[in-house]
């Protein structure tokens, strides 16, 4: 059991994680989609992951990450970084700002009960071609199975949120602290998890950010980090759906990508480039590539406002989604 201590500061700096982390969830999901609890959290998603790793390159990545990282429990923290964001690419280069040091503190830690291998040595010494294959293998993996519905996961959080929001307006912080999840008991001015480790940890004042996922495993997990808020993701199940690009028409006739480019403009904007890149969970050169294939067929509009480019579909997109147009 995992104690947090937390003070005035910090209960008065509790918040919600206003949008996903692409590496953070990737990371979780390299684990938790192949753990039996997640097959109940999301379903979909989890055959969604089968039928692309299938497809050999990214069957490789996978191979290649349930290689490097433990099966379950806890992550090496630096695997979650707070910082990049933006993209699976900011999101990398924030992992491998991390201090060799630390790198190979942390993952050695992780290898503790595991057999040694050539590759697990090479990423436990933090040796830049293992890191950067580790890196390729994410960025394929990520590519093939999240990209296609993350479009999905982003609605499913924000309406988390918005039930969160309501059970703490109607209960305050302590009937929000007591509805997270049963692995999580409010004892004040203790939090306790029931996490992947134990230990007494006093709030620093930063406050605490929470994250509900489908993808965070069968526990809470806990990231403290010095000089930030302690992070606390806990699972929360994802409504079913269909969720695999293989029974989403759409899909087949633009591309899983594509298509969640598309799905996602048909949200409340505004849609830059760069909103666009962060919503969908793709780099920023990718994005612009699909809304220039989207615009030449018609689907969305582009204009320029000041230093940026606005997207917004088309009646003809709109009626493609059976959906109205998006307003800003």
Do not use: K, N
């Amino acid at each position: 059991m995992l104690r947090l201590h937390l003070g005035p500061a910090d209960l008065c700096r509790v918040r919600f994680v206003d949008r996903l982390h692409p590496v953070g969830t990737a990371m979780m999901a390299c684990q938790a989609l192949h753990d039996p609890a997640t097959v109940a959290m999301a379903p979909d998603l989890v055959a969604a992951a089968g039928t692309a790793t299938s497809v050999r390159g990214v069957r490789a990545a996978a191979t290649s990450l349930r290689h490097l990282l433990p099966a379950r429990g806890r992550l090496p923290d630096f695997l979650t970084p707070f910082d990049g964001l933006d993209s699976v690419a900011a999101g990398l280069a924030a992992i491998r700002s991390t201090p060799a040091r630390r790198v190979r503190a942390e993952v050695a830690a992780a290898y503790a009960e595991v057999a040694a291998t050539p590759l697990r040595r090479g990423f436990a010494a933090a040796e830049p071609a293992v890191l950067d294959l580790f890196g390729r293998a994410l960025d394929t993996w990520f590519g093939a199975v999240l990209a296609p519905h993350w479009s999905t996961l982003t609605t499913v959080h924000q309406r988390q949120l918005a039930d969160a929001a309501h059970r703490l307006a109607r209960r305050g912080l302590a009937g929000l602290f007591d509805g997270l999840h049963p692995a999580i008991r409010w004892r004040p001015p203790v939090l306790e998890v029931r996490t992947w480790w134990s230990g007494e940890v006093t709030g620093a004042g930063e406050g605490m950010v929470l994250l509900p996922s489908p993808v965070a495993g069968p526990l809470p997990r806990v990231l403290v980090e010095p000089g930030r808020p302690v992070l606390l993701v806990y699972p929360a199940a994802m409504p079913a759906r269909a969720t695999d690009p293989a029974v989403d028409p759409l899909a087949g006739v633009l591309g899983a990508t594509r298509a969640a480019v598309l799905r996602h403009l048909a949200e409340p904007g505004p849609h830059t480039t760069t909103a666009l890149a962060r919503g969908v969970g793709v780099g920023l050169s990718t994005a612009s590539e699909h809304a220039t294939a989207l615009r030449a067929a018609g689907l969305i509009t582009t204009e320029r406002d000041g230093g940026a480019v606005r997207h917004r579909l088309t009646p003809l997109g709109a009626h493609l989604l059976g959906r109205p147009t998006a307003d800003d």
